[in-house]
């Protein structure tokens, strides 16, 4: 039941440097042009050569570390890298080659394949399918090959036609640089301005407190977030309980998560109300720590009361002490029963008015071995009985008389590494079961929701402010009506 040390919160951060693409390209580049040099320069004017033409492909990495190029956009991002050809640009094909050999050595091998067998002990085999994966992938993460190649290839190509010199009247010159440079900034934002339009509408006002009626509320609320588990699959998964849970709840079918879909900012969003732009948590890369708005655990503060949040050690960079974290490295067939374990222990040493709980294997799997597996299933399955499993141990504890639980996913997983935040398929919506005794029961709500409305939905049933920035309405459809519960 170990918690997550200050060394491996130390770890997780410097890993998401080399795991989100944004970082990763910069520090890639950086990388695989000093390695490149070490074999090429000899003299000190080369390598003066190379730090000064440095400053030729800053532009461009602001450009790439500002844009994402998400799902079908990336296609468009080998046109730069033809014009730069075809505007006399040199292509330097040893460099190419090393850039792609240690692009997928690293993908592959040190990610997908050694650090996963040191982390979670994945089999050593993993590359023979990882490779498969990244190139399918198109999450937000450096392990998205469609976005990285045209992208490092471009940066580390310009670069290194301005460092060796090979600058002539005709080919590619400092002015052709500046002409390149304004089109792909024009063709960047007519990319992003026309055609990426799949992010959800947000709530433009903020929620307000329904009238509250006391009969839905709960002395409790348990939250089980089942992390990355992706709805059709939840369905093709053998999972007896949650769907007891399903049929004797309310459950919403078209639950929808946030954009980027990624774990810290969907959790951000669930447990403040808000959007990226407000809480200011916009990846798993946490620049400045902490939430800029309030959370719902602040929210409880004001009337007295207590929630807790057990989870990985990335929460703690957006929600601090609120969070209690867990040890994301254990082998992932004990992840989750580790995180129950402690989950039961801090039910019965803290009695939390609202727990949450973060199980994380359904998604380590989906990363390591894809989710179109049945290792995938498996996990689902898992998931299941251990919650069936907390919930009967807290009945026994006499902790679920008056206390209502919701199980959902933060978001769900696409194809490829099981990779989420651009909102590709199966990203999108995400399962979302409530239960309890002022619940109703075998209720389907088909309309469009938010995760954002989590926040305000647990300060409605315990009696709390909302939080200062929730925007996401009560989730008032799963209550039961005033007359359904006199008559029982
Ligand atoms: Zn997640």
């Given at each position: 039941?170990?918690?997550?040390?200050?060394?491996?919160?130390?770890?997780?951060?410097?890993?998401?440097?080399?795991?989100e693409g944004k970082?990763?390209?910069?520090?890639?580049?950086?990388?695989?042009?000093?390695?490149?040099?070490?074999?090429?320069?000899?003299?000190?004017?080369?390598?003066?050569?190379?730090?000064?033409?440095?400053?030729?492909?800053?532009?461009?990495?602001?450009?790439?570390?500002i844009y994402d190029f998400p799902l079908f956009l990336r296609?468009y991002?080998?046109?730069?890298?033809?014009?730069?050809?075809?505007?006399?640009?040199?292509?330097?094909?040893?460099?190419?080659?090393?850039?792609?050999?240690?692009?997928?050595?690293?993908?592959?091998?040190?990610?997908?394949?050694?650090?996963?067998?040191?982390?979670?002990?994945?089999?050593?085999?993993?590359?023979?399918?990882?490779?498969?994966?990244?190139?399918?992938?198109s999450d937000s993460t450096?392990?998205n090959?469609?976005e990285?190649?045209?992208?490092?290839?471009?940066?580390?190509?310009?670069?290194?036609?301005?460092?060796?010199?090979?600058?002539?009247?005709?080919?590619?010159?400092?002015?052709?640089?500046?002409?390149?440079?304004?089109?792909?900034?024009?063709?960047t934002y007519i990319l992003h301005r026309y055609l990426f339009d799949w992010k959800p509408k947000p709530y433009e006002q903020?929620?307000?407190?329904?009238?509250?009626?006391?009969?839905?509320?709960?002395?409790?609320?348990?939250?089980?977030?089942?992390?990355?588990?992706?709805?059709?699959?939840?369905?093709?998964?053998?999972?007896?309980?949650?769907?007891?849970?399903?049929?004797?709840?309310?459950?919403?079918?078209n639950m929808e998560t946030v954009y980027p879909a990624r774990t810290v900012v969907c959790f951000s969003s669930m447990?403040t109300g808000t959007y990226p732009f407000e809480h200011g948590i916009k990846s798993n890369?946490?620049?400045?720590?902490?939430?800029?708005?309030?959370?719902?655990?602040?929210?409880?503060?004001?009337?007295?009361?207590?929630?807790?949040?057990?989870?990985?050690?990335?929460?703690?960079?957006?929600?601090?002490?609120?969070?209690?974290?867990?040890?994301?490295?254990?082998?992932?067939?004990?992840?989750?029963?580790?995180?129950?374990?402690?989950?039961?222990?801090?039910?019965?040493?803290?009695?939390?008015?609202?727990?949450?709980?973060?199980?994380?294997?359904?998604?380590?799997?989906?990363?390591?071995?894809?989710?179109?597996?049945?290792?995938?299933?498996?996990?689902?399955?898992?998931?299941?009985?251990?919650?069936?499993?907390?919930?009967?141990?807290?009945?026994?504890?006499?902790?679920?008389?008056?206390?209502?639980?919701?199980?959902?996913?933060d978001h769900g997983q696409a194809?490829?590494?099981?990779g989420h935040g651009h909102l590709d398929e199966g990203e999108r919506f995400v399962?979302?079961?409530?239960?309890?005794?002022?619940?109703?029961?075998?209720?389907?709500?088909?309309?469009r929701h938010s995760l954002v409305s989590?926040?305000?939905?647990?300060?409605?049933?315990?009696?709390?402010?909302?939080?200062?920035h929730?925007r996401g309405?009560?989730?008032?459809?799963?209550?039961?009506?005033?007359?359904?519960?006199?008559?029982?």
């Amino acid at each position: 039941m170990k918690s997550a040390s200050k060394f491996e919160k130390f770890a997780a951060r410097c890993w998401n440097l080399l795991n989100e693409g944004k970082p990763f390209t910069p520090i890639f580049v950086i990388g695989t042009m000093l390695i490149y040099q070490l074999f090429a320069s000899n003299t000190m004017e080369e390598w003066q050569a190379v730090g000064s033409s440095f400053l030729f492909i800053v532009p461009l990495l602001v450009l790439y570390f500002i844009y994402d190029f998400p799902l079908f956009l990336r296609n468009y991002l080998w046109i730069p890298f033809i014009a730069f050809i075809l505007m006399g640009g040199t292509v330097d094909f040893p460099l190419m080659f090393l850039a792609l050999g240690l692009y997928f050595f690293f993908t592959v091998f040190f990610w997908g394949t050694i650090y996963y067998y040191l982390r979670i002990g994945i089999t050593l085999w993993n590359f023979t399918r990882f490779w498969k994966l990244v190139l399918k992938n198109s999450d937000s993460t450096s392990g998205n090959a469609q976005e990285q190649l045209p992208k490092f290839l471009l940066i580390l190509m310009l670069w290194q036609h301005f460092a060796s010199g090979q600058i002539s009247s005709e080919a590619f010159n400092y002015s052709d640089l500046g002409v390149f440079y304004g089109g792909v900034l024009i063709f960047t934002y007519i990319l992003h301005r026309y055609l990426f339009d799949w992010k959800p509408k947000p709530y433009e006002q903020y929620a307000e407190m329904p009238l509250i009626d006391s009969n839905h509320q709960t002395d409790r609320v348990v939250v089980i977030v089942i992390d990355g588990m992706r709805k059709e699959r939840f369905y093709e998964a053998d999972t007896p309980y949650l769907d007891y849970l399903k049929e004797n709840g309310t459950e919403y079918t078209n639950m929808e998560t946030v954009y980027p879909a990624r774990t810290v900012v969907c959790f951000s969003s669930m447990f403040t109300g808000t959007y990226p732009f407000e809480h200011g948590i916009k990846s798993n890369m946490v620049y400045k720590l902490g939430i800029k708005t309030e959370s719902i655990f602040d929210s409880l503060r004001k009337v007295g009361k207590k929630g807790r949040l057990l989870g990985i050690a990335h929460l703690v960079d957006a929600m601090g002490s609120d969070v209690e974290t867990v040890t994301a490295v254990m082998n992932n067939d004990q992840a989750d029963p580790n995180i129950m374990q402690r989950a039961k222990k801090i039910m019965k040493e803290q009695d939390p008015d609202l727990f949450i709980v973060q199980m994380i294997a359904t998604d380590q799997t989906g990363h390591s071995r894809g989710v179109l597996y049945d290792e995938y299933l498996q996990k689902i399955k898992e998931a299941d009985a251990l919650v069936e499993d907390f919930v009967g141990w807290l009945q026994n504890e006499g902790k679920m008389d008056n206390t209502t639980l919701i199980i959902c996913a933060d978001h769900g997983q696409a194809d490829g590494i099981g990779g989420h935040g651009h909102l590709d398929e199966g990203e999108r919506f995400v399962p979302f079961i409530m239960h309890g005794p002022t619940i109703q029961k075998g209720v389907k709500v088909e309309e469009r929701h938010s995760l954002v409305s989590m926040a305000s939905t647990l300060a409605y049933i315990l009696g709390a402010p909302l939080p200062d920035h929730a925007r996401g309405p009560v989730l008032k459809e799963a209550f039961l009506k005033r007359k359904e519960k006199k008559n029982e």
